[in-house]
Structure formats: structure tokens, C-alpha cells
């Protein structure tokens, strides 16, 4: 290694501030590069793209030796198609003859021949590091959007992230000699919001502030919180939904009759029980619904219910967990154009309600730009604060409120509607500490717990494929970072929920035809997803500028396929995220503060005491969450973008058969998947 790059490498392991991707010359970096190869990446035998499944199969043209996932999903579209493989046994096929050996569902036909597309690759490509931010921006002009989205597809830019080189002097040395440099972020301010930040210096130091353009950017995608009049109404279409057998009647294969027609009876029943269910609960409003026969004519009663459902969904992940897939699918039918005849040109649909939206239509954006709106939305949290500090900070923050409500208030918008854009905003932040923290704490663990470079003695993190279970070969070095690349690409997944959840409703409801087909998880809705594609684009190359060039496993991201098959069931697989990490993180922290003299003995003779236990769970986790385990079948899971998830969850689904299964329950496990209630 060059001295210049030496001296370089241990001012950034020297400083744990220090950011992990700095400006070079062109020699340095491609130096760097080439450097940071190890030789397990360049091992015989292994797939040249993700480097840590076997290859089976070598292209003829490219001269690559690749495993069965990255084979299809290079080669699945334009000249590459057209290339020739050979197996190990020297049996050469075509493209065709390949992807219909991994039993992959059969291109569709029709107005949406591009669904068959729709496994989104994102290539690894280390030299372009540099290249512009903006390249992950949604275009303004995509006409795969719904006509009822247009009026604000202008909203549909992805958020900038701003990544700085700044170096702060202090903290402890570290040796640790990896080609990652992962600086500590849980005492940094976010990557991706350091666009939007003020940094007011005094003598006491620097107090971060969010800055007005966070705000509009953010405000795009957070929805409006509810009302008392909305809940009302929320309540009619969860009790609507939890009487329906919509998808038994309509998702079903083989049976005589035609399909519009029986899509047309659901949604008229579908309509008539909400109308009865309004009559019995207020009777008066029920009356006027009730007076109109067509339900047409009661079409904006029908599209404000549903818009409410999708709305209290989104900012509520763990509520509606049955009944929004009914909605759903029910609003999937009903933006068909077809059906929209049978039912007399009836939209069920309307554009989200959201902050910004909200305030747009009524003349008040200036309270986005107000710089009191940070305080008035900044979360009072007791962590390691007295009750003086609290109380004057809930004073402070219900001031800056009232404030506010007074300063934009005006005939087209009164106080009580800003307050509510202001406690939607506040929801924003909630829904991330609850949701994005739990990753953020797990790669503190990572960094804590474990020397990427040198495995402590009982706890080393490699995986050897096909003992154990593993579908992957990584030293602990490489399985360290691999871990630590994933944490970091779900911790953007879900800073950016509401956005990817924003843009999944409007492909799913945008009146892409969908084929119904099963997967091998029963029946599901395939469907091409391109918002959310382009969305997941841009976060994964941007996680893959920030930890580096040496990036670990495959860059397929499966959408529209047997895997992921449309937008509802990608929001499903990570909204799973917290649910997987939060009981870990408890029991973690609940670990040191067993006091019970007999709980002590028990952890001591059983685990060798409270810090032992901790590196068991965590061992254990780093090491069968993320081996690539997991799927139906072998050519599924492993290291893509999704089969990260599916691992985590296969590990979470085998809990109760680990010994330390009884220090979960111990400290309040009940279960990785929540309530359905």
C-alpha cells in the first residue's frame, strides 16, 4: 500500500468522527481499490458478481463464472439476453432455457408486457463513486404514475443526501485495519439530513437545527393525522374490511364465471356495507348517503373513507395488518378502467393527504419555512434529563406551537388545522425513533462488541457455505462488513418510509394490470413497482458510496417478481425491520440490569456471566440473521438486497430454539411479529 494511502488510513481509524468517504485524486483511489481486494473475493469457484455464492454456470461471452440469481439478473435484459451459457457439465443453453430451469414465472402478455422487467438490478460499480446525487431523482414526467397523481408528481424528487469530509480531533485510537471505515454515527447528526442543517455556534458549542428545506422535502410524504370526524369514519371501514372476503373471492384460480363481474358484486358490496354501517352510526348522515341509489354519486364519501384507511396505515405500520391488504387489493381492481365502467365511472381513489399538500391548498407553505417550527416539533425525551429540563422544554415546545397557530392562521386555514400539521410532523419523529433507532443501536452493538479485523476466540463471525445452514462463504472480516453494509442500507430504507410507502400506494393504484400467480407463498398480485425501483436505486448506490468501495454480496433488488411481488409485499418485508431488532436491542439493555442474585448465578454458570451473554446473542445474530438462509428454494435468498431481510427473518422464526431463549422471555418477549389486533 502507498504511503500517502497508509498515513491516510490511519488518520481516518485514528478518528472515529472522521467520515468514511473523502475526497482523492484519481491514482489514490483507484490504488485504494485495488488494494482493498482480498483474496477470499477472488476465490475458484465463486460467483464473479456477489463473490460468496458457488458458481454454476459460466457466460460465453462474458467469460464470467457465475451462481444462478446474478446469471438471470444480468443477463436479463438487452444483448446480454442474447448470450450463450455452459453448466459444469459442459451442456451449453440459451438465456430462455436458463431462467425456466429456476421455475421463474412466465413473462406476461397484454398492455403490461413490462412486468416481466421488473427484477430491478443495481450493478456494483466502485468507479463511480463521484458521480452526481441527483441521478436518484424521480422524473417529474413519469408516466407510470395514476392521472389522479399529477397534480403533485412535482413532489416525487428523492431526498438529497449530503455527505461531508469534515474531521473533528479527538477520540481514541483505533487498529482496527479494514478496507470500511465506519465512523460512529449514533453520536453524529444523520448523513442524509446534513443538507438540512443549521449549525448556530455559541460559546457552549453548536446547537443542530433543522433548516426549512428539510421541512417542505420532508412535509411531501408525511400524512395529515387524523381528526375526531376521520377516526369516526375510520372505524366504519376497519369494521367493513373485517366482515369482507374480498381477496377469497376474487383471488382464486380455475373458476367458471367472469372475473370483472365478480370484482363488480365485491365493490358494490363492498360500497353497500360501508353505506349501512354510516347509517347506523349516525343516522342523519347515513339518511343523505342512503337517499342516492348510485354510488356514484356518493363517490367523494367512498374515496375520503378509503383515503383516511391508507392514511392511518401508513403512519400506524403496526395497525390494519389484515384489513389493508383487503383495501388494497380492493383499490387495486377498482383503478382498472374496465371496472370503472361497470360501476358507472365510480373512483374510489384520491391523491394522499399530506402535509404539505395540505398547507399548499391552503395558502400555508411560509409555516414550512418558519424556523420556530423546529422547536415546536422537536420530541421531549427524559433520557438523562431532570424534571427542571423536561418541564421547560414541554413550555418551550407548546409555545412555539401556540406561536405558530396565532402567526399563520387566516380564513383559509385555521389554528386547529396547523397544530395538526404541526403534530403530523411531530409523528414524523416519532415513527423514526421507533422504527429507524433500533438499526442504529444494532451497528453501535456491531462496533462495540467486535474488531472487524481480529475475531475474539469463541466469537468469530465467518461462515463456511452449507454447514450450519449458510448459503454464503465469508471470513469474519468480510462477514463484519456485510453485516454493517446491510444495518446501513436498512437504516436509509426506513429514514425514507414514508417516502418508498408514498410512491408503493401510487404504483399499486396507478392501474398497472397485474397477474395473478402462485409463488410458492400461496397466491399473490405480481406487478411492476417502477417508483419504488428507482427509489431503492438511489438508496442502495448511496449506501454503497458511503461505506465504501468494497461492497459485499450481490446488488439485486427483487421487485415484481416470485420473490417481492408487487409494492405491498415490499412494504410488508421491512416494515418487519423493528419488529426484529427492537426485542434484541431490549434484551440487550435488559441485561445488565438483572439485579435477582439467583438470575445472576443462572447467566454466570450457564453463560459464563452478563458480557458473555451479550456476545452469544450478538455472535449469533450477526452470524445466522445475514448467512443467506431462508428461502424456499436454493436459488432464492442468499445475498441480494431482499434476501438480507428474508435471513433476519428465518433467524427471528428459530428463536425459541436457542439456549438463551429464556433471557428474551425474561425481559418481556412475546414475539417477533407483533399483535394482529
Given at each position: 500500500m502507498?504511503?500517502?494511502s497508509?498515513n491516510?488510513?490511519?488518520?481516518v481509524?485514528?478518528?472515529?468522527?472522521?467520515d468514511?468517504?473523502d475526497e482523492?485524486?484519481g491514482?489514490?483511489s483507484?490504488?485504494?481499490?485495488?488494494?482493498?481486494?482480498?483474496e477470499?473475493?477472488e476465490?475458484?469457484?465463486?460467483?464473479?458478481?456477489?463473490?460468496d455464492q458457488?458458481?454454476?454456470?459460466?457466460?460465453?461471452?462474458?467469460?464470467?463464472?457465475?451462481?444462478?440469481?446474478?446469471s438471470?439478473?444480468?443477463?436479463r435484459?438487452?444483448?446480454?439476453?442474447?448470450?450463450?451459457f455452459?453448466?459444469?457439465d459442459d451442456v451449453?443453453?440459451?438465456?430462455?432455457?436458463?431462467?425456466?430451469?429456476?421455475?421463474r414465472?412466465p413473462?406476461l402478455?397484454?398492455?403490461?408486457?413490462?412486468?416481466?422487467?421488473?427484477?430491478?438490478?443495481v450493478?456494483n460499480?466502485?468507479?463511480?463513486?463521484n458521480?452526481?446525487?441527483n441521478n436518484?431523482?424521480?422524473?417529474?414526467?413519469?408516466?407510470?404514475?395514476?392521472?389522479m397523481?399529477?397534480?403533485?408528481?412535482?413532489?416525487?424528487n428523492?431526498l438529497?443526501?449530503?455527505?461531508?469530509?469534515q474531521?473533528?480531533?479527538?477520540?481514541?485510537?483505533n487498529n482496527?485495519q479494514i478496507?470500511?471505515?465506519?465512523k460512529?454515527?449514533?453520536?453524529?447528526?444523520?448523513e442524509?439530513?446534513e443538507k438540512?442543517?443549521?449549525?448556530?455556534e455559541?460559546?457552549?458549542g453548536?446547537?443542530?437545527?433543522l433548516s426549512?428545506?428539510?421541512?417542505?422535502e420532508?412535509?411531501?410524504?408525511i400524512?395529515v393525522?387524523?381528526?375526531?370526524?376521520e377516526?369516526?369514519?375510520?372505524r366504519l371501514l376497519?369494521?367493513?374490511l373485517h366482515?369482507?372476503?374480498?381477496?377469497?373471492?376474487?383471488d382464486i384460480i380455475?373458476?367458471?364465471?367472469?372475473?370483472?363481474?365478480?370484482?363488480?358484486?365485491?365493490?358494490?358490496?363492498m360500497?353497500?356495507?360501508l353505506?349501512g354501517?354510516?347509517?347506523?352510526?349516525d343516522?342523519?348522515?347515513g339518511?343523505?348517503?342512503?337517499?342516492?341509489?348510485?354510488f356514484?354519486?356518493?363517490?367523494e364519501?367512498f374515496q375520503?373513507v378509503?383515503?383516511?384507511?391508507?392514511r392511518?396505515k401508513i403512519?400506524?405500520?403496526?395497525?390494519?395488518r389484515?384489513e389493508?391488504?383487503?383495501?388494497?387489493?380492493?383499490?387495486?381492481?377498482?383503478?382498472?378502467?374496465d371496472v370503472?365502467?361497470?360501476?358507472?365511472?365510480?373512483n374510489?381513489?384520491?391523491?394522499l393527504k399530506?402535509?404539505?399538500?395540505?398547507?399548499?391548498?391552503?395558502?400555508g407553505?411560509?409555516l414550512?419555512?418558519d424556523?420556530?417550527?423546529e422547536v415546536?416539533?422537536?420530541?421531549?425525551?427524559?433520557d438523562?434529563?431532570?424534571?427542571p429540563?423536561?418541564?421547560?422544554e414541554?413550555h418551550?415546545k407548546?409555545q412555539?406551537?401556540?406561536?405558530?397557530?396565532?402567526?399563520?392562521s387566516?380564513s383559509?386555514?385555521?389554528?386547529?388545522?396547523i397544530?395538526?400539521?404541526i403534530?403530523s410532523?411531530?409523528?414524523?419523529h416519532?415513527?423514526?425513533r421507533?422504527?429507524?433507532?433500533?438499526v442504529?443501536?444494532?451497528?453501535?452493538?456491531?462496533?462495540e462488541?467486535?474488531?472487524?479485523s481480529v475475531?475474539?476466540?469463541?466469537?468469530?463471525l465467518?461462515?463456511?457455505?452449507?454447514?450450519g445452514g449458510?448459503?454464503?462463504?465469508?471470513?469474519?472480516?468480510?462477514?463484519?462488513n456485510?453485516?454493517?453494509?446491510?444495518?446501513?442500507l436498512w437504516?436509509?430504507?426506513l429514514?425514507?418510509?414514508f417516502k418508498?410507502?408514498?410512491?408503493?400506494?401510487?404504483?399499486?393504484?396507478g392501474?398497472?394490470?397485474?397477474?395473478?400467480?402462485?409463488?410458492?407463498q400461496?397466491?399473490?398480485?405480481?406487478?411492476?413497482?417502477?417508483?419504488?425501483?428507482?427509489?431503492m436505486?438511489?438508496i442502495?448506490?448511496?449506501?454503497?458510496?458511503?461505506?465504501?468501495d468494497?461492497?459485499?454480496?450481490?446488488?439485486?433488488?427483487h421487485?415484481g417478481?416470485?420473490?417481492?411481488?408487487?409494492?405491498l409485499?415490499?412494504i410488508?418485508?421491512y416494515t418487519?425491520?423493528?419488529r426484529?431488532?427492537s426485542?434484541?436491542?431490549?434484551?440487550i439493555?435488559f441485561i445488565?440490569?438483572?439485579?435477582d442474585?439467583?438470575?445472576?448465578r443462572y447467566?454466570q454458570?450457564?453463560f459464563?456471566g452478563?458480557?458473555?451473554?451479550?456476545?452469544i446473542i450478538?455472535?449469533?445474530?450477526?452470524k445466522?440473521?445475514?448467512d443467506?438462509s431462508?428461502?424456499d428454494?436454493?436459488?432464492?435468498a442468499?445475498?441480494?438486497i431482499?434476501?438480507?431481510?428474508t435471513?433476519?427473518w428465518?433467524?427471528?422464526a428459530?428463536?425459541a430454539?436457542?439456549?438463551?431463549?429464556?433471557?428474551?422471555l425474561?425481559?418481556?418477549?412475546s414475539?417477533f411479529?407483533?399483535?394482529?389486533?
Open positions: 502507498s504511503s500517502e497508509t491516510k488510513l490511519k488518520r481509524l485514528d478518528n472515529n468522527d472522521a468514511d468517504i482523492e485524486d491514482d489514490v483507484m490504488n485504494r481499490k485495488f488494494e482493498s481486494m482480498s477470499d473475493e476465490t475458484p469457484g465463486m460467483c464473479c458478481e456477489c463473490t458457488p458458481s454454476v454456470v459460466l457466460c460465453l461471452e462474458c467469460k464470467d463464472e457465475l451462481c444462478e440469481v446474478c438471470i439478473s444480468i443477463h435484459r438487452g444483448t446480454r439476453r442474447s448470450h450463450k455452459k453448466n459444469k451449453e443453453f440459451t438465456f430462455e432455457q436458463l431462467n425456466s430451469n429456476t421455475h414465472n413473462p402478455h397484454g398492455k403490461d408486457e413490462e412486468i416481466q422487467t421488473n427484477n430491478i438490478e450493478e460499480n466502485s468507479n463511480n463513486n458521480n452526481n446525487n436518484n431523482s424521480i422524473s417529474n414526467n413519469n408516466n407510470s404514475i395514476n392521472s397523481y399529477r397534480g403533485t408528481s412535482n413532489i416525487a428523492s438529497p443526501f449530503h455527505h461531508t469530509n474531521q473533528r480531533n479527538g477520540g481514541g485510537s482496527h478496507n470500511n471505515h465506519h460512529d454515527e449514533d453520536e453524529e447528526i444523520d442524509d439530513e438540512f442543517i443549521h449549525k448556530n455559541d460559546l457552549t453548536f446547537v443542530p437545527k426549512k428545506d428539510w421541512f417542505i420532508r412535509s411531501k410524504f400524512p393525522r387524523l381528526n375526531i370526524r377516526r369516526n369514519d375510520l376497519e369494521a367493513a366482515v369482507s372476503e374480498y381477496t377469497d373471492k376474487i380455475h373458476v367458471g364465471g367472469s372475473k370483472s363481474k365478480r370484482i363488480n358484486e365485491q365493490l358494490r358490496s360500497c353497500a356495507i353505506s354501517l354510516l347509517v347506523a352510526s343516522f342523519k348522515k339518511q343523505q348517503l342512503v337517499e342516492n341509489k348510485d356514484f354519486e356518493n363517490e364519501f375520503n378509503f383515503e383516511i384507511g391508507r392511518h403512519m400506524n405500520p403496526a395497525k390494519m389484515t389493508y391488504g383487503k383495501m388494497i387489493h380492493l383499490l387495486q381492481d377498482a383503478s382498472d378502467d370503472k365502467k361497470n360501476l358507472s365511472g365510480l374510489m381513489i384520491k391523491p399530506t402535509v404539505h399538500l395540505f398547507l399548499s391548498e391552503r395558502d407553505l411560509k414550512l419555512e424556523p420556530l417550527l415546536a416539533t422537536r420530541e421531549v425525551l427524559a438523562n434529563k431532570t424534571r429540563q423536561i418541564q421547560r414541554i418551550q407548546e412555539a406551537i401556540k406561536q405558530l397557530s396565532r402567526r399563520y387566516s383559509q386555514l385555521r389554528s386547529e388545522e397544530e395538526v400539521c403534530y410532523i411531530c409523528d414524523n416519532t415513527f423514526l421507533e422504527n429507524r433507532d433500533p442504529k443501536k444494532m451497528k453501535h452493538l456491531l462496533k462488541y467486535f474488531d472487524p475475531p475474539e476466540k469463541g466469537f468469530s465467518a461462515l463456511e457455505h452449507g454447514i449458510a448459503r454464503l462463504s465469508h471470513n469474519h472480516r468480510k462477514q463484519y456485510y453485516v454493517y453494509q446491510s444495518l446501513s437504516q436509509r430504507i429514514h425514507d418510509m418508498l410507502w408514498y410512491f408503493a400506494e401510487v404504483d399499486l393504484l392501474g398497472h394490470r397485474y397477474q395473478l400467480s402462485n409463488t410458492g400461496g397466491l399473490n398480485r405480481i406487478q411492476s413497482c417502477p417508483n419504488v425501483g428507482k427509489i436505486h438511489g442502495l448506490r448511496q449506501t454503497q458510496q458511503k461505506v465504501g468494497d461492497w459485499v454480496g450481490s446488488s439485486v433488488i421487485l417478481d416470485h420473490n417481492v411481488p408487487n409494492s409485499v415490499f410488508d418485508k418487519q425491520i423493528s426484529i431488532l426485542p434484541i436491542v431490549l434484551t439493555e445488565p440490569k438483572i439485579k442474585p439467583n438470575l445472576i447467566i454458570s450457564t459464563g452478563p458480557e458473555h451473554l451479550t456476545k450478538l455472535c449469533d445474530f450477526f445466522h440473521a445475514f443467506g431462508g428461502a428454494n436454493f436459488f432464492d442468499g445475498s441480494c431482499d434476501g438480507r431481510l435471513s433476519a428465518q433467524w427471528s428459530q428463536i430454539k436457542k439456549n438463551y431463549y429464556p433471557i428474551f425474561l425481559a418481556g418477549f414475539g411479529d407483533g399483535s394482529f389486533n
